[in-house]
């Protein structure tokens, strides 16, 4: 009598740990944020991720033509000059260490724009896709951040003037739109600062200087 | 001793066993209860699928980054081995390191300090916005501009190093940093001068910044000073398609 009660008492408890396990790990396995978001929010996500994924693997596919390349011109017994001109010129153009032209946007800010907003603005060009912007004819490299207070800003150590020129290399219909669309950062900025006037012009042909300091690290050693 | 061993063997194994499993359970149920507490769960059907896919997304990219990185490294290996054959293509070779480590794409190492933020634990007044008691993009952006003011030199979050193409984007409640979606906590390293600490805190900026989020919201921001700050490499795209050297023919030759 007491045996068969027993076990069934024992698979009882059983079947309940073991489906408390499951939920137990399963919500710590999406402990990442992600239970709490919206079936929105995660549909926006899961769709940007696939474009930045994309992007990566286009990454990658230039790579390993690179390497390919590399490994045949070798065989071939040829120097790789050409080839490392054209990554040394890549490198640079990117990281701001020399000039950069193309395609691409001016926005034009007046009034007592507050350093914020322009920072701001930089964020947005980049989030569209922008490949190099200046303001005020000053690169913008890694950690430039505009200061001061409004009509009086300066980025890397340049005064700016009442009249801000941010120009940005990309296309110019994608960064124009991204700024400019239905709750876009034009209308932001310009329902939060009332006297800031913001004008966005397309342009075939945009130019942004060197970077005026260097650019390398003095206190950062390169990691094994 | 004896007395006692007798009675242990004397309890038949089953109920041993069914103690430990109601232990068991009795954790499982506590750490199931405090999973469920903090914040508002979503429990429609439709939702687990999408967690699933972000989560598999998520993972593609990781392996995606470390293939990058592999490549590069295979890449700097492959320069490195052909630096030898003559001074044209060994100085070119340098510089290309150069330009690489000036741009991000190489892992740094050096003094530094860490900060962290975290949500605020503040329940939520009725009528506000949770949003506000959240680390958002901008609470981000604004803490790393203070350090880039307070003189660092190199910047990641979460192990996304920040580089001249970095956005940090509000998605809903989440947040994108170059191609990763990071939750909290947020770690950001920097590399910098000694005195980076100090001038961090003694900025207006700083200031003004904690007491608008951490003093009024209950957002938690945290630092460290470990004697080795490390900075990861940038593992994502550097290809320019519209970006190109002004009239390159005009460009003298090294």
């Known amino acids: 009598m007491k045996q068969p009660r027993s076990q069934l008492a024992l698979a009882a408890i059983a079947l309940l ?54 490994a045949a011109a070798n065989a071939r017994g040829e120097t790789s000059v050409g080839r490392l001109r054209g990554e040394l010129e890549r490198a640079r153009t990117w990281s701001g260490e020399d000039p950069a032209s193309g395609p691409g946007i001016r926005v034009l800010l007046f009034g007592g724009v507050p350093a914020a907003a322009i920072s ?45 020129e941010v120009m940005a290399i990309g296309n110019p219909a994608v960064l124009t739109g991204g700024l400019t669309r239905a709750g876009g950062l034009v209308a932001q900025l310009q329902a939060r600062y009332e006297e800031v006037l913001v004008e966005v012009t397309p342009l075939d042909v945009v130019a942004v200087p060197a970077a005026g300091r260097s650019l390398a690290p003095v206190r950062g050693v390169p990691r094994p | 001793m ?27 149920v506590a750490a199931q209860a405090r999973t469920e507490a903090p914040r508002v769960r979503y429990t429609t059907q439709e939702r687990a699928p999408l967690v699933e896919t972000v989560v598999a997304l998520q993972a593609q990219q990781e392996a995606l980054k470390d293939r990058i990185l592999e490549l590069r490294a295979e890449m ?36 530094g300090i860490v900060l962290q933020l975290e949500d605020s634990q503040v329940p939520v007044p009725p009528g506000e916005s949770i949003a506000e008691y959240r680390v958002g993009a901008r609470d981000l952006r604004l803490i790393v501009e203070e350090l880039w003011l307070a003189g660092a030199e190199a910047v990641s979050v979460n192990g996304e190093r920040l580089v001249p193409t970095t956005a940090f984007v509000d998605i809903g409640g989440t947040l994108l940093v170059n191609s990763a979606y990071l939750a909290p906590p947020y770690q950001i390293a920097a590399i910098g001068e000694p005195e ?19 003093d009024q919201y209950g957002i938690r ?34």
């Open chain 1, 17 to 70: 740990l073991g489906l408390l396990v499951v939920v137990q790990l399963r919500a710590q396995q999406a402990g990442t944020g992600l239970e709490t978001q919206s079936s929105q929010d995660l549909t926006l996500l899961i769709a940007n991720l696939t474009t930045r994924n994309d992007q990566l693997r286009g990454e990658v596919a230039d790579i390993q033509d690179q390497l390919d390349a590399m």
């Open chain 2, 2 to 28: 004896t007395t006692l061993g007798a009675r242990v063997r004397s309890i038949p194994s089953w109920q041993v066993a069914l103690a430990g499993a109601l232990v068991a359970l009795g954790f499982l």
């Open chain 2, 196 to 214: 980076l600490y100090a001038a961090l805190v003694a900025s207006p900026g700083f200031v003004e910044l904690v007491r608008a989020r951490a």
């Open chain 1, 120 to 164: 701001d603005l930089v964020n947005e060009l980049r989030n569209a896709g922008a490949e190099a912007i200046s303001i005020g004819g000053v690169r913008v490299v890694v950690g430039t951040t505009p200061v001061g207070a409004p009509g009086a800003l300066s980025v890397e150590g340049t005064p700016l003037g009442p009249r801000v």
């Open chain 2, 221 to 254: 921001i945290s630092f460290a000073e470990p004697d080795r700050v490390t900075v990861p490499a940038y593992a994502g795209t550097v290809t320019l398609r519209y970006a190109r050297p002004p009239a390159p023919d005009a460009t003298p030759e090294p």
């Open chain 2, 76 to 111: 700097a290996a492959a320069e490195q081995g052909a630096a030898g054959s003559g001074a044209l293509v060994s100085d070119l070779t340098a510089a290309v390191e150069a330009a690489r480590i000036a741009a991000g794409l190489v892992a740094l190492e050096g003094p």
